[in-house]
T-cell receptor, first 113, second 113 residues
Framework: QQQVKQSPQSLIVQKGGISIINCAYE??????FPWYQQFPGKGPALLIA?????SEKKEGRFTISFNKSAKQFSLHIMDSQPGDSATYFC????????????FGSGTQLTVLP | DADVTQTPRNRITKTGKRIMLECSQT?????MYWYRQDPGLGLRLIYY???????NKGEISDGYSVSRQAQAKFSLSLESAIPNQTALYFC????????????FGPGTRLTVL
């Protein structure tokens, strides 16, 4: 039961380009939507997160766009750099629950120099 | 020193063997989690614990057991390993005050022959 669907599975972008990763969720009770970044040989680490009371959150080159009515959210990486090459996971959780994160299937991003 | 450590980092074992993966944390967090990562499936929750006396099953607990020996230690056991348990296993910690952010260890790559 995939409650958070992520696409694409892999993405190749030229340096300086925009990387866009999309996620869709089914459970309308979700109210916290983080993105995790994972480098090879490392565990995932929180990159940026958003709550549904805002439609966009920006931190440096990374932006989350959130569409509550469509139950979709996306990660935009502006001016993509080779150092951004990693696997990205979207996730969702419910406040007051066991703080369980439901993860998407992951996107392997490669930024070409 | 790393905040969340996992041992071993790599393990190859045979079908039917009992295996224990260990996780230790110095973050002082009360919540600990075990996930497995498979290509194309993202991260799936196996077990989680809110304190030493609290153990909860996650999405895919069958074939696994856990022990919370202390606030800082959470171990995952495979009582009788089978090949489809070959995966990357991650331990994570969380804190009530850090909302839903989870902090991941470096992972254990387990191969069951």
């Amino acid at each position: 039961q995939q409650q958070v669907k992520q696409s694409p599975q892999s993405l190749i972008v030229q340096k300086g380009g925009i990387s866009i990763i999309n996620c869709a969720y089914e459970n309308t009770a979700f109210d916290y939507f983080p993105w995790y970044q994972q480098f090879p040989g490392k565990g995932p680490a929180l990159l940026i997160a958003i709550r549904p009371d805002v439609s966009e959150k920006k931190e440096g080159r990374f932006t989350i766009s959130f569409n509550k009515s469509a139950k979709q959210f996306s990660l935009h990486i502006m001016d993509s750099q080779p150092g951004d090459s990693a696997t990205y996971f979207c996730a969702a959780s419910i406040s007051g629950s066991a703080r369980q994160l439901t993860f998407g299937s992951g996107t392997q991003l490669t930024v070409l120099p | 020193d790393a905040d969340v450590t996992q041992t071993p980092r790599n393990r190859i074992t045979k079908t039917g063997k009992r295996i224990m993966l260990e996780c230790s944390q110095t973050k002082g967090h009360d919540r600990m989690y075990w996930y497995r990562q498979d290509p194309g499936l993202g991260l799936r929750l196996i077990y989680y614990s809110f304190d030493v006396k609290d153990i909860n099953k996650g999405e895919i607990s069958d074939g696994y057991s856990v022990s919370r020996q202390a606030q800082a230690k959470f171990s995952l056991s495979l009582e009788s390993a089978i090949p489809n348990q070959t995966a990357l296993y991650f331990c994570a910690t969380g804190d009530y005050n850090s909302y839903n952010e989870q902090f991941f260890g470096p992972g254990t790559r387990l191969t069951v022959l």
